[in-house]
């Protein structure tokens, strides 16, 4: 039986070579340099000629005066990035979704996508601008209408909602285009039994529209609980100040403070494993959650 | 100044530096004092300028400029200045890779990662203090002996050896320090004089007088608009850049931020943590309070804070000498004419001891050499070269390596460039003199000072491109300040010129953020004064202690 198979499909394993070699050279490969994260790291010496300091490396971060408030702030703003990353495109998928007007429904798409190409550099300098509680147009509209003027910058209160709100402006409208292809997969027949049954729009929306893409809302969701300790440096970076690092400081810029400019790669890599340790645990409980309750596998 | 700060600071202030230097060449309307007979030195027979025969290849790290244009058919890989290099040397020039300048250090670690690295590169002092320790460099001790020529040993020492001697491990000379002037990094308070005329003010002698300027600038409306929207002084957040930062006042209160500085007991003490700096930040609190500083300073930096500048609403600003040509003369000079007039001042000081302006070793950089490169001696030649181009008077000699055919700044190109440890401050003990006098011959051996001097020239015929050049030159300018502070003794130099300590390197950066994050709060009076104190406990237990041991060990084996 075996036997049988592989000669009928050996050319599609063959194919298959070529990919497996790459994954094993980029992927597998450089996992040998998790070792830097147990050693006092000297280049010359190499990998595997540097000195075994066993968790020293982890220890050391863990010492840090502000590691504890860096990590919670980590988490606090990567967790709301995730659950409003979710939830807008999806609002926003179906709303567009119910747009008649092709050329509307097509240009709208483009504009909420366009933003996801603009760097943080950029967008860094327009957000000082708007924002600016003199002579930003935010806060002039907040005046106009009785509101006092907010330093959204240099307040350490506000400083992680414009975290996420400008992360999904930019961002949303990506997400947005996944949700709409799922959308259009959905068998139209669908809609017409439901027209036929009496279903009013917002109940096909329920009973029809959202049942159809729970699968591609899991599966994002899923790999979005990856996410859960990238906080998005670029954005960080080019926004926060010493004003707001209590609330604003997060687990990547700390590492390039310390870890890049000093060139200490044992700490940077001690981190950059401890991320991928904690993105591997929160995959794989999510993963188990998807299957228990939505009896949904992705693999 | 943190280390980024610093970096950043000396990539602007070699960029105007040699701006300035090479500007000199190009210029047609030299101060007629060309001696061509004297120019071209030929005598290929003497052994430090020998030709390679056949040219040897010599690699090198290249940046791809991305501000530079080509002539046609020439690229980064391929071009006259190259060309001059074997034409000159026999040393072919070929750049082993080439990146983007911000990508440069980072491309620079990952070469000294893989043990890869070119003939010759340029590093930062970290980074040579790694190579070292890894082994990889060249001992260029006996070929800069026997191969430098006696300019060069002049030209590389004119400091007195310091910066020579900061490249020099157990003795052995490792790198070519990237000379430049230290003085270069003095400060200077620039002011409005239009303002300070009209609501008929003292000029600032005092650091007294200095806030009560402030103070008239912030509430008696100079810029007569009717509405109370100027500021005493700009700010950004980076408050110890050396552009619109606050090091002014601090060096005024005679404390000295980020530096090293000798405590009475000959010991090196680090300067954020002296009792100085709080009679500073109680300053300036209280200015931020009174709405002397722009209250969102915090989030923005100099490009941001220069629009304040441009829309007539800052007073005072302390700057370096480059402060007029960036990015100042883009918020002043409109349309060809000079909208705002501002005057330098030296800094002033809050008692009767003079104010000394905090300065660092200068140095830019190390250019280091491969301990593979087969000729190290290819590196000492190209310095010879570039020291004997950049510093002539002979049009002729210097072109090649300046300019190309349609007057490209080819300069950048050069694999070695070194700047006089002594540039600006020399010219300004006479540059002024001649401005105000009319007289180019003060300084017709100097290259910056005549090209200094034509520009004042045109900018007093009306050419008001050259105003960031005349106030550098013109009587009381920010070159005769710079003079004046060296007469004076008034540079505080950083004590310590080596590559971060072992502690330095691990907690420093925890350290500087603590720091910025207080002195930040303090300033825009989230923080009372009083936690500096607490932050001095913080400081010595979270590892500046320790810091502060291994800086005065290395302090004593200097």
Same mark, same amino acid.
């Given at each position: *039986?075996?036997?049988? /198979?592989? $000669?009928? @499909? ?8 070529? &990919?497996?070699?790459? !994954? ?6 450089? *996992?040998?340099?998790? /070792?830097? $994260?147990? @050693? ?8 595997? &000629?540097?000195?075994? !300091? ?73 957000m000082i601008d708007i924002l600016s509680p003199?002579?930003g147009l935010v806060n002039?509209?907040l ?6 003027p907010i330093f959204f910058l240099g307040d350490a209160h506000w400083f992680p909602y414009v975290l996420v709100v400008s ?72 926004l926060y100040n010493?004003q707001v690092?209590?609330t604003g ?51 | ?295 969102e300073?915090?989030v ?259």
């Amino acid at each position: *039986m075996i036997r049988k /198979m592989w $000669a009928t @499909e050996w050319p599609l394993h063959l194919m298959l070579l070529p &990919g497996i070699a790459i !994954v094993l050279i980029y992927s597998y490969g450089p *996992m040998v340099g998790i /070792m830097i $994260a147990f @050693e006092h790291f000297v280049p010359a010496r190499g990998i595997f &000629g540097s000195e075994w !300091v066993g968790f020293d490396n982890f220890k050391f971060v863990m010492s840090l005066p502000d590691t504890y408030r860096v990590l919670y702030n980590t988490i606090f703003i990567a967790f709301m990035k995730m659950i409003a990353g979710q939830m807008v495109p999806i609002v926003f998928a179906l709303l567009l979704n119910e747009v008649r007007n092709t050329v509307m429904k097509r240009s709208v798409q483009t504009l909420v996508y366009l933003p996801h190409f603009l760097s943080w550099i950029i967008l860094g300098g327009i957000m000082i601008d708007i924002l600016s509680p003199s002579s930003g147009l935010v806060n002039q509209t907040l005046q106009t209408l009785g509101f006092k003027p907010i330093f959204f910058l240099g307040d350490a209160h506000w400083f992680p909602y414009v975290l996420v709100v400008s992360d999904i402006w930019k961002e949303f409208g990506f997400s947005t285009i996944v949700y709409l292809a799922a959308l259009t997969s959905i068998n139209p027949a669908l809609y017409e039994a439901a027209a036929i049954d009496g279903a009013n729009r917002w109940r096909q929306t329920r009973h029809v529209t959202l049942p159809g893409i729970v699968p591609i809302i899991t599966l994002l969701a899923t790999l979005s609980l990856g996410q859960i300790l990238n906080a998005g440096f670029d954005q960080v970076f080019n926004l926060y100040n010493p004003q707001v690092y209590e609330t604003g400081d997060i687990l990547d810029t700390l590492v390039y403070r310390l870890g890049l400019e000093q060139a200490q790669y044992g700490m940077a890599t001690a981190v950059g494993l401890f991320k991928s340790a904690v993105s591997l645990l929160f995959i794989s409980v999510s993963y188990w959650l998807a299957y228990r309750f939505a009896n949904y596998r992705i693999f | 100044m943190n280390r980024q700060n610093r970096n950043k600071v000396a990539v602007v202030m070699i960029a105007a530096a040699l701006l300035l230097s090479a500007c000199g060449k190009g210029n047609d309307s030299a101060a007629g004092n060309v001696s061509a007979a004297s120019g071209k030195p030929a005598q290929t027979s003497q052994d430090p300028k020998a030709k390679f025969e056949p040219p040897i290849d010599f690699t090198i790290a290249g940046t791809t400029e991305p501000n530079l244009a080509f002539d046609k058919g020439e690229s980064f890989t391929n071009n006259t200045v190259y060309d001059a290099y074997v034409k000159d040397l026999g040393i072919s020039i070929k750049p082993e890779w080439m990146v983007d300048p911000k990508q440069y250090p980072e491309k620079v670690r990952l070469s000294i990662v893989s043990g890869e690295i070119p003939d010759l590169m340029k590093v930062t002092a970290a980074d040579l203090q790694q190579l070292v320790d890894n082994n990889l460099l060249a001992d260029l001790t006996d070929v800069y002996d026997k191969y430098a020529t006696p300019e060069t040993k002049k030209f590389m020492s004119t400091d007195g050896g310091n910066q020579l001697a900061s490249a020099k491990f157990d003795g052995k000379l490792m790198a070519i320090p990237s000379t430049n002037a230290p003085y270069n990094a003095a400060e200077f308070l620039w002011v409005r004089k239009d303002w300070m005329k009209k609501l008929n003010l003292p000029e600032p002698k005092t650091m007294q007088d200095v806030l009560k300027i402030s103070e008239a600038f912030t509430n008696q409306d100079p810029d007569g608009n009717g509405k109370k929207d100027s500021f005493g002084f700009a700010a950004q957040k980076e408050i110890f850049n050396m552009v619109y930062g606050f090091t002014g006042i601090f060096n005024g209160y005679h404390a000295y931020p980020g530096a090293w500085i000798k405590d009475s007991s000959g010991k090196l003490v680090y300067g954020s943590v002296q009792p100085e700096i709080k009679n500073a930040l109680k300053t300036l609190q209280d200015m931020y309070k009174a709405g002397q500083i722009d209250p969102e300073f915090f989030v923005k930096d100099h490009t941001k804070e220069t629009e304040l500048v441009a829309g007539n609403k800052i007073g005072m600003a302390f700057g370096p000498f480059f402060l007029g040509s960036w990015p100042l003369s883009a918020a002043v000079v409109k349309n060809n004419t000079v909208t705002q007039d501002w005057e330098t001042y030296p800094l002033a000081s809050f008692d009767d001891k003079p104010a000394s302006t905090q300065v660092g070793l200068g140095v830019d950089g190390y250019y280091v050499v491969s301990k593979k490169s087969k000729h190290p001696e290819a590196a000492i030649k190209i310095l010879n070269k570039w020291i004997e181009v950049d510093n002539t008077t002979d049009k002729q000699v210097g072109k090649p390596y300046h300019f190309s055919k349609t007057n490209q700044e080819y300069w950048k190109l050069n694999p070695i460039i070194v700047v006089p440890q002594d540039l600006n401050v020399k010219t300004g003990a006479v540059l002024s003199k001649a401005v105000e006098t009319k007289d180019p011959t003060l300084v017709k051996d100097d290259l910056a000072g005549s090209s200094l001097y034509d520009d004042s020239m045109k900018f007093l015929k009306g050419d008001t491109g050259s105003w960031s050049s005349w106030m550098k030159a013109k009587p009381h300018g920010t070159l005769e300040i710079m003079n004046q502070y060296l007469k004076e003794n008034r540079y505080m130099f950083d004590e310590f010129s080596g590559a971060p300590t072992a502690t330095m390197a691990m907690k420093k950066p925890i350290l500087d953020q603590k720091e910025q994050e207080l002195f930040t709060k303090i300033i825009t009076n989230k923080a009372p004064v009083d936690d500096f104190d607490a932050f001095v406990k913080d400081w010595n237990s979270l590892g500046g202690e320790q810091i502060t041991k291994e800086v005065n060990d290395w302090y004593a084996k200097k």
